[in-house]
């Protein structure tokens, strides 16, 4: 243990820290939600954080191999741990909705989620800690890496593979979720991969019989996948899709070009490979009965998380001393109002899939309190890029509550609580837990050691593969 390190002497500056800077971290959260830029055009937002942490004393290089908006952010005042925190600020396409307690599209894009709010919260670890090392003088470095384009693109494992989180020695993240807990359950792998069918355009009324549809091509397409998911293993295998190009405007035109771009998600390496597998030798199948030709484009690929209960047990006790967000009768009303469509039935499936099962969770429009259920050797039936990083370094992850009990990510209420106090509360309880962590894992040795020697146990027995590189069919 360091010996400058005292618990309630940390605890106070952090306090400290937040009272002096909540406004500020609150109008940064806001401008990110109000930009709401979607993945790989998050410059304004990632000018606004970098902006941010230079004048809170880091070194920022804006724009790493091939992502020009994402960036690392380091200070260091000697030797020591390296401590990163994973910020995002990416925006999903057409979600944006007014504050309010019913649906008011505005057309625009917005943060359902949440990724403001994990933008900035991350920052305030980053910065908050930077404050308790410089005044308890306790060596280390800490790094914030902006990553962008988490919704589309699976940006952190392209920054794996290029390196750019080498040197770590512990990571940590948070995200916006609608109950408050730290996660050690896994995740799903994901895959993307796009099938282009070329066919021929004719007149469809005068020369039918010189047409071959690319858009008949993707139907069918469509539904033999469709036809084949009664056919694999139920194993958490997810098959998502959407036709990114349904071959034309007009009726009268065959079809000369379509694609339908497929995401595949699954908790195992082979599970992935023999799903895709199959869909590659259906869309073959399928070109050759349309006569048109079929091009597979493989995309964004991310591995499933590794992780860490060393971590995470150290963050579970710091979040249990933050305390979860308390809140106040007029923020339940609202939360109510955000909710009130879903059927109980609805919201307790919803929660079933994190392990809460507690009917009396269901009682209250925003989850209280702190869940103690890790949900360890579970699998989160959703896949995220923040896995590749837990591969390079140990991590834990916490999530906050910010929306009502029952909520889905990626629906409006996400991105309505994620611009006003119930998004800014959790913000500030992550920030403040991802704070204390950071801490402990610089000045108690003993959390590090063992976390690493967690991480290495587990990579020995199971060695981390790009999640780009399945074997595909010829
Ligand atoms: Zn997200």
Redesign the pocket.
Known sequence: MNKNYNSEKVFEIISGWFDENREALIALSNRIWNLAEVGYKETLSAEALTNELKSRGFTVKLGLKNLPTAFVAQWCNGTGPVISFLG?YDALPNMGYEIADAPKPTGKNGHA???NL?GAGTLSAAAAAKEVMEKLNIKGTLRYYGCPA??CCAAKAEMAANGDFDGTDAVLRW??QNFTYVSMASTLRLNELRFRFRGISAHAQTQPHLGRSALDAVILTDIAVKYMRELIPDNHIRISRAITNGGGQLPTVIAGYAEIFYAVSAASREDSQNVINRMIKIAKGIAMATETEVEIVYGAACSEVLPNKAISECMLENLKKVGAPKWTEEEKAFAAKLDEDTSPIDKARTMAIYNITDPRVLETPLYEGISENMIENGIGLFS?DSADPSWVAPMGSLFAACAPVGSS??SWPFTVCSGMSIGHKAMEVAGKTLVLTAVNLIANENVLKNAKAEHKRLLAARPYINPQNLVFES
């Open positions: 995002e989620c949440g990724h994990l988490e919704e995200h916006p995220t990510v990626h």
